[in-house]
């Protein structure tokens, strides 16, 4: 069974970064793309960056020169590092993974909370 753990989550003062993780773990034959999503209370999910296994990336206007997505493809850990924290990116962090065992599907992580404070 495939499983995506991640980590990393917290509370951080504006201007603060933060650096969460996610590792994917089970019988996997291949993962195509990696994303982080994240949803804010009364809001739908959004995506906030995506890699693909190319090493292609692309991110949300609102995240863009303040966030950088990566990954490791020997630990199958995709990262997002957080810099330049605003308040409005508080929200729970979702992990997303486009992963092959028999069939191609997607897989989610639990999520993380990061708030930040003004």
């Known amino acids: 069974q495939v499983q995506l753990v991640e980590s990393g989550g917290g509370l951080v003062q504006a201007g603060g970064s933060l650096r969460l993780s996610c590792a994917a773990s089970?019988?996997?034959?291949?993962?195509?793309?990696m994303a982080w999503y994240r949803q804010a209370p009364g809001k739908q999910r959004e995506l906030v960056a995506a890699i693909t296994s190319g090493g292609s990336t692309n991110y949300a206007d609102s995240v863009k020169g303040r966030f950088t997505i990566s990954r490791d493809f020997a630990k199958m850990t995709v990262y997002l590092q957080m810099n330049s924290l605003k308040p409005e990116d508080t929200a729970v962090y979702y992990c997303n993974a486009d992963v092959v065992v028999t069939t191609r599907r997607d897989y989610w992580g639990q999520g993380t909370q990061v708030t930040v404070s003004s």
């Open positions: 089970g019988i996997i034959f291949s993962i195509n793309a």
